[in-house]
């Protein structure tokens, strides 16, 4: 009988011990952090639409998720001090451009802070407004080097999830239809980068992707990455961020959302959870 007790005492106490620890590691996936997102919001409607819906999205996935997002558009708060309060970084619009804060970011990331980016946040061109006068940036931490052409008009295309097993994918079909978006080509070739990860890509079934009017604005053919992460950082690029706007009567009016895509958005949480919660992915 002693012998009986003795066995059901330790089966209790091992079940006890495993029992915490399940809470323990429940805990820790749901670990509470901290989001700063920057932006500019200026110029073109359809950007600045966007920045203006993730600012209305984002805090309520925050809510949903256990996390803090907080937004600015002061780029002199990309120092190392202001971004210690947090666990990854957004760049919805631009990027910076002044050497102190371009400095403090590249830090921040080789000190394994976690950074997401849309859209505009890769663009690079010379000459232009924003161009390629960044190089561990562009060419190093993005991989992609200058901007080179796009579709027009933003349309839907159907993506091809090229990597299932990364924290960023787990759990999306082989292929959706994304939100309407406008979509840029790059001068670097991706696939030849070691460092760079590929997670989804257009597939052929998009093609033509566009609608014009310039026959160059319209893709009939070729590989078209849009999503990536670098193996040295915990980063994603994602190349959606540009809703289509009204242009014609002058109102600006928005006809698209970004996050009105379900599989999309889940692209997009899956990624901003790992980049606040994971580690990084090699």
Not at 132 to 138: C, K, L, S
Not at 240 to 257: E, Q, W
Not at 268 to 277: E, Q, S
């Amino acid at each position: 009988m002693r012998n009986k007790m003795t066995s059901l005492t330790t089966l209790i106490s091992v079940m006890i011990i495993l029992t915490s620890a399940i809470t323990v590691c429940a805990q820790s996936s749901n670990k509470r952090f901290n989001v700063i997102a920057f932006y500019t919001g200026k110029n073109d409607p359809a950007h600045i639409s966007f920045v203006h819906e993730a600012n209305e999205w984002f805090p309520k996935i925050a809510k949903k998720y256990n996390f803090v997002y907080d937004s600015t558009n002061n780029w002199s708060n990309l120092n190392a001090r202001f971004l210690a309060n947090y666990q990854a970084v957004i760049f919805l619009d631009t990027r910076p451009e002044v050497k102190s804060e371009r400095e403090a970011f590249e830090k921040y990331m080789k000190a394994g802070g976690g950074w997401m980016g849309f859209h505009f946040s890769a663009f690079a061109l010379t000459p232009s407004a924003y161009p390629q006068n960044w190089n561990w940036y562009h060419n190093v931490f993005l991989g992609s080097g200058s901007y080179v052409s796009n579709t027009w008009g933003p349309t839907p295309a159907v993506l091809r999830v090229e990597v299932h097993n990364h924290p960023a994918t787990i759990g999306l079909p082989d292929t959706f239809a994304s939100a309407p978006n406008e979509w840029y080509r790059w001068s670097n070739d991706l696939r030849k980068n070691p460092n760079i990860e590929i997670l989804l890509s257009i597939d052929s079934t998009s093609f033509p992707l566009g609608t014009g009017p310039k026959p160059s604005e319209i893709w009939h053919s070729g590989y078209y990455p849009v999503v990536w992460t670098n193996k040295n950082y915990k980063m994603i690029y994602l190349n959606m961020g540009h809703n289509v706007i009204d242009y014609a009567d002058g109102s600006d009016k928005v006809l698209s959302h970004t996050f009105a895509n379900k599989i999309q958005d889940k692209l997009v949480i899956n990624a901003l959870l790992w980049l606040g919660r994971g580690k990084k992915v090699r």
